[in-house]
């Protein structure tokens, strides 16, 4: 059997410590930021997406980055998600509100008046309170277009004997239909207790 000696056992515990010290650490200088000021243009590209998601501590897949991307950049000539109107010092306050009711990951916003140029939400908030302030606001959902799922289930009552049975084996495939994260697919297995094959949809939310 492995064993520590005391000194060994102390230099570990003083390892995790500086761990996890460290991770909080970063965390706190690291607090994930749910808006992102961007300009019109860098936002219709896969580039802008992705920096927002980084600000949040998200990764996504490209094809991922490029969606949110195209769509963005579809609602150009269109009304957005969100048209922001509201006073200077408002502005992250009200972007935020809008992001949580809407149940994205986050939330990127841009000055439809001027597209070539990044907002400064900072030089906004400075801006003499009776100040009108009018920006668009795009929320993104970071979730895959298609999940795939594998589900195994052991026969508990012979696991407490030690032994390892199945019980029954299921496959699934959901396809994204709502931006917000719901999926429908199918699901399929085997039940090896009752010897016979199964399939269903599957909807998820």
Same mark, same amino acid.
Request: cysteine-free; hydrophobic content about 40%.
């Given at each position: 059997?492995?064993?520590?000696?005391? +000194? *060994?056992?102390?230099?570990?515990?003083?390892?995790? @410590?500086? /761990?996890?010290?460290?991770? /909080?650490?970063?965390?706190?200088?690291?607090?994930? *930021?749910? !808006?992102?000021?961007?300009?019109?243009? *860098?936002?219709?590209?896969?580039?802008?997406?992705?920096?927002?998601?980084?600000?949040?501590? =998200?990764?996504?897949? *490209?094809?991922?980055?490029?969606?949110?991307?195209?769509?963005?950049?579809?609602?150009?000539?269109?009304?957005?998600?969100? =048209?922001?109107?509201?006073?200077?010092?408002?502005?992250?306050?009200?972007?935020?509100?809008?992001?949580?009711?809407?149940?994205?990951?986050?939330?990127? !916003?841009?000055?439809?008046? &001027?597209?070539?140029? &990044?907002? $400064?939400?900072?030089?906004?908030?400075?801006?003499?309170?009776?100040?009108? !302030?009018?920006?668009?606001?795009? $929320?993104?959902?970071?979730?895959?277009?298609? =999940?795939?799922?594998?589900?195994?289930?052991?026969?508990?009552?012979?696991?407490?004997?030690?032994? /390892?049975?199945?019980?029954?084996?299921?496959?699934?495939?959901? +396809?994204? @239909?709502?931006?917000?994260?719901? %999926?429908?697919? =199918?699901?399929?297995?085997?039940?090896?207790?009752?010897?016979?094959?199964?399939?269903? @949809?599957? %909807?998820? /939310?």
């Amino acid at each position: 059997m492995f064993s520590l000696t005391k +000194r *060994q056992a102390l230099i570990l515990l003083g390892v995790l @410590i500086l /761990f996890v010290a460290g991770w /909080f650490t970063w965390q706190h200088f690291h607090q994930p *930021q749910p !808006v992102t000021a961007e300009s019109q243009q *860098q936002a219709e590209t896969a580039a802008g997406v992705e920096l927002a998601a980084k600000n949040v501590h =998200i990764n996504m897949l *490209q094809s991922q980055l490029d969606e949110a991307a195209q769509q963005i950049a579809e609602l150009k000539n269109k009304p957005p998600d969100t =048209i922001i109107k509201t006073v200077p010092v408002e502005v992250i306050k009200t972007v935020e509100v809008e992001r949580q009711k809407s149940g994205a990951d986050f939330a990127i !916003v841009a000055d439809p008046k &001027q597209p070539d140029k &990044q907002v $400064n939400l900072k030089e906004i908030a400075k801006l003499p309170a009776d100040t009108s !302030v009018t920006l668009n606001q795009y $929320n993104v959902f970071a979730y895959k277009k298609v =999940i795939r799922g594998v589900n195994v289930y052991p026969d508990l009552s012979k696991a407490v004997q030690g032994k /390892f049975k199945l019980d029954e084996v299921t496959a699934d495939v959901s +396809r994204r @239909i709502t931006k917000d994260g719901k %999926y429908i697919g =199918i699901v399929a297995g085997y039940d090896f207790n009752h010897n016979h094959a199964k399939a269903g @949809i599957r %909807y998820s /939310f």
